[in-house]
């Protein structure tokens, strides 16, 4: 194994932290949490599949005189990039859809701990 | 050896004892800071990595995230988790998952190395031609914008769509109007 | 407790908030020639107007920046962004680039991108504020909080 394994292996556990924080604990806050990670270390895994080593950044600049497919190939990949941008955003969205499902349950059961909602019927 | 390896590890090395601490402290605010900080971290991975439309969004959209939770648990912090340490449950879930790292660490030998991406070789895939011809095509220098509005803009469509519904649901749950009151000496409505 | 925070607080919010609104509109503008473009300009955007949001109070923010105005911002700028999708069809194909390309690097060019960016740009930040706004003004019966 490489040393040019070791970035996808630690941004995979990062994910299976999350993973673990989602599934085995019982404060809906620290779900939330959780979940929060999971995305973190999702997005870094897609951004790490597209760096070129040097790489610059896929933008171009006025004054710039390299051809096309010099740029091209001195450039890291443009394509993970833009579909990470849209998921942050979305993050932010899915953030406040599961806060304010928090607060409603709050205000319902008085506690944020997931086994004793689960008692409480009604 | 690239020569950004270091420095990238030792993010990542940042990042993963933020989650840590993230995840096994009782103090709810302490989990809330940490997981600011793994953010953080996360934007200058991007701006080692070359994104920095990505670095400036994420900076921005981890702080807002960190002020609505903070304005959640704030008064809330006197719900201490409780110690209930279901030893069973939570042994097999890491027993489960340190097999999944094992199983998905030896799939990752088999992906292209760091730093080489599927853009080089001898089959360049559809990002070179994105980026050989997006300033011709599209007139834009910034080849990300192009592919996200032009090449890619079917996709954007969905993302604003997935955007607005979560936004309403999140209107739909917190209105007051019609709402059927639980608990008494409530506040008229608006 | 008055609502809102110090006035040291109070006095910065006032002087940045138009600085940082400029810069949200000028990282939307320019998103075809620099780092940028609509997701992280309304980003900026919304977070201007929530430094609002938490130096103020509610009551004065909804006098400057209604939810009413929060959420015609957010559906106006995504049926901006189907216009200029359906307007494709006017050269031939669903969101095809049919406006003129013009030379690179200026700001008036590659066709339709800075109307896209535009429309997104206001849909998410008026969305992520409009999201904040109902998020402080929500009182659970029988909390004791302080008002934000």
Redesign the interface.
């Known amino acids: 194994m490489t040393l040019g394994v070791l970035p996808y292996v630690l941004a995979l556990v990062l994910t299976f932290i999350g993973l673990y924080v989602v599934v085995a604990k019982k404060n809906i806050i620290k779900i939330i949490l959780g979940v929060i990670m999971l995305e973190h270390a999702v997005n870094l895994f897609l951004l790490l599949l597209g760096y070129r080593s040097g790489g610059t950044a896929p933008i171009r600049s006025p004054g710039d005189t390299v051809s096309a497919e010099a740029f091209a190939a001195g450039s890291v990949d443009p394509l993970p990039q833009a579909l990470i941008l849209t998921s942050i955003v979305i993050g932010l969205g899915c953030l406040a859809l599961m806060v304010s499902l928090a607060l409603r349950l709050h205000e319902k059961f008085g506690t944020f701990d997931m086994t004793r909602i689960r008692e409480l019927r009604g | 050896?690239?020569?950004i390896?270091w420095p990238?590890?030792a993010l990542?090395?940042f990042?993963?004892i933020g989650?840590?601490i993230?995840?096994e402290a009782e103090d709810?605010l302490s989990?809330?800071v940490c997981?600011g900080a793994?953010?953080a971290g996360?934007a200058i991975?991007?701006l080692l990595?070359?994104?920095?439309?990505?670095a400036?969004?994420?900076v921005?959209?981890e702080?807002?995230?960190v002020?609505?939770?903070i304005?959640?648990?704030l008064?809330?912090r006197h719900?201490t988790?409780?110690t209930?340490k279901d030893t069973l449950?939570?042994g097999s879930?890491?027993l489960v998952?340190g097999v999944?790292?094992a199983v998905?660490?030896w799939a990752?030998?088999t992906?292209h190395?760091?730093?080489?991406?599927?853009?080089?070789g001898d089959r360049p895939g559809?990002?070179?031609q994105?980026?050989?011809?997006g300033?011709?095509e599209?007139?834009?220098?910034?080849?990300?914008?192009?592919?996200?509005?032009?090449y890619?803009?079917?996709?954007?469509?969905g993302?604003?769509t997935?955007?607005?519904v979560?936004?309403m649901?999140?209107?739909a749950?917190?209105r007051?109007k019609g709402r059927i009151?639980?608990?008494?000496?409530?506040?008229p409505d608006r | 407790m008055p609502p809102g925070m110090s006035p040291i607080v109070r006095t910065v919010a006032r002087l940045v908030t138009g600085f940082i609104t400029m810069y949200g509109i000028y990282v939307v503008l320019y998103g075809h020639v620099s780092p940028g473009g609509g997701f992280a300009g309304g980003a900026i955007l919304a977070a201007g107007f929530i430094l609002l949001l938490l130096a103020f109070g509610k009551v004065r923010t909804e006098q400057i920046v209604s939810h009413r105005m929060a959420i015609a911002w957010d559906s106006g700028g995504a049926l901006a962004f189907l216009a200029v999708a359906a307007l494709g069809y006017v050269a031939g194909s669903f969101f095809l680039n049919f406006l003129a390309l013009g030379e690179p690097y200026r700001l008036v060019s590659a066709g339709t991108l800075p109307l896209s960016n535009a429309s997104i740009g206001a849909k998410v930040g008026a969305g992520l504020f409009g999201v904040f706004l109902a998020l402080s003004v929500f009182r659970p019966a029988g909390d004791r909080e302080d008002e934000t």
């Open positions: 050896m690239d020569p390896l990238l590890l990542l090395a990042m993963i989650s840590l993230a995840a709810l989990s809330v997981v793994v953010g996360l991975i991007n990595l070359g994104a920095p439309d990505l400036i969004t994420q921005v959209v702080v807002l995230c002020v609505v939770l304005r959640v648990v008064t809330r719900e988790q409780q209930q449950a939570v879930v890491l998952l999944l790292l998905s660490t990752m030998t992906l190395p760091f730093g080489q991406p599927l853009l080089a559809v990002a070179y994105y980026l050989t011809r300033l011709a599209t007139g834009a220098a910034n080849h990300v914008t192009a592919v996200l509005l032009d890619r803009a079917y996709d954007t469509l993302e604003a997935v955007i607005f979560s936004i649901g999140a209107y749950i917190l007051r009151h639980h608990a008494p000496g409530n506040e």
